[in-house]
Nanobody
Framework: QAQLVESGGGLVQAGESLELSCTAS????????LAWFRQAPGKEREGVAC????????YYPESVKGRFTISRDNDKNTLFLQMSSLKPEDTAKYYC?????????????????WGQGTQVTVSS
């Protein structure tokens, strides 16, 4: 059974950095597009960093471009999200997701394996 487990969330102050990790099991990690989504209370789920299955293409929305970096370690079946210059509006629950041979675009409907999420809270 495919499983994704996120870690690394927490409470930070505005301007600080944080790195999230997502460890996968039960799936062929190397052929999956991977993504980080976030959802704040009362808001829709938003893709914040996505990478296609080969790792050759990444996507970031304007809201995080230049501050967030997605990376993958296929040898360790682990996905990372490095977040810097965090803002209070980055506060949300962050989820990792996987899509076999996915395009790497941040379309939630493309992803069929999801983690349980990790909370990130940025104080002002």
């Amino acid at each position: 059974q495919a499983q994704l487990v996120e870690s690394g969330g927490g409470l930070v102050q505005a301007g600080e950095s944080l790195e999230l990790s997502c460890t996968a099991s039960g799936l062929n990690f190397a052929v999956n597009a991977l993504a980080w989504f976030r959802q704040a209370p009362g808001k829709e789920r938003e893709g914040v960093a996505c990478v296609n299955w080969s790792g050759g293409r990444t996507y970031y929305p304007e809201s995080v471009k230049g501050r967030f970096t997605i990376s993958r370690d296929n040898d360790k079946n682990t996905l990372f999200l490095q977040m810097s210059s965090l803002k209070p509006e980055d506060t949300a629950k962050y989820y990792c997701a996987a899509a076999k041979y996915g395009s790497g675009l941040c379309q939630p409907k493309e992803y069929n394996v999801w983690g349980q999420g990790t909370q990130v809270t940025v104080s002002s």
